[in-house]
């Protein structure tokens, strides 16, 4: 950490959402229709959400590769309200992708929270691997 740096925030006992993730979802989903038009007959309709979430992200992959090449990471050219935009479609295809499977963004979020505030308890943040 370097001089004049702030710690990252502690996760311990911070497994509280704020509101609203829950609402997110059905109105996200109202527009890719998972509910009323029955896409779950659609071939492929899971692929295709699995493989819009991947693109979306590497929209920004693609962006800050970019920012990489042609404004040398200078953190003061980053298009903030770009990468929000694209923040938003991978956010669109995280609800969309939980619904399809009837997954709640409560759980997936707080799960995360647990298991992460596990790893900052028992010393592990910072190492490599899914089961630590």
Request: aromatic fraction near 4%; proline fraction near 9%.
């Given at each position: 950490m370097g001089a004049g740096s702030s710690?990252?925030?502690?996760?311990?006992?911070?497994?509280?959402?704020?509101?609203?993730s829950q609402t997110y979802r059905k109105k996200a989903c109202r527009t890719a229709c998972l509910r009323t038009a029955a896409p779950r007959d659609k071939?492929?309709?899971l692929l295709h959400l699995v493989l819009g979430l991947?693109?979306?992200?590497?929209e920004i992959a693609e962006k800050?590769?970019?920012?990489?090449?042609?404004?040398?990471?200078?953190e003061t050219l980053i298009d903030r309200a770009d990468i929000a935009?694209?923040?938003g479609d991978v956010l669109w295809y995280v609800a969309a992708l939980a619904d399809y499977l009837d997954l709640s963004?409560?759980?997936?979020?707080?799960?995360?929270?647990?298991?992460l505030?596990?790893?900052e308890a028992r010393g592990l943040l910072?190492?490599?691997?899914?089961?630590?």
């Open positions: 710690p990252a925030p502690a996760l311990q006992g911070s497994t509280r959402l704020p509101p609203g071939p492929n309709e991947v693109g979306e992200s590497g800050f590769k970019k920012w990489v090449r042609d404004r040398n990471s200078d935009k694209e923040l963004l409560d759980d997936i979020a707080a799960a995360n929270l647990a298991k505030a596990s790893r910072g190492g490599s691997g899914d089961n630590r």
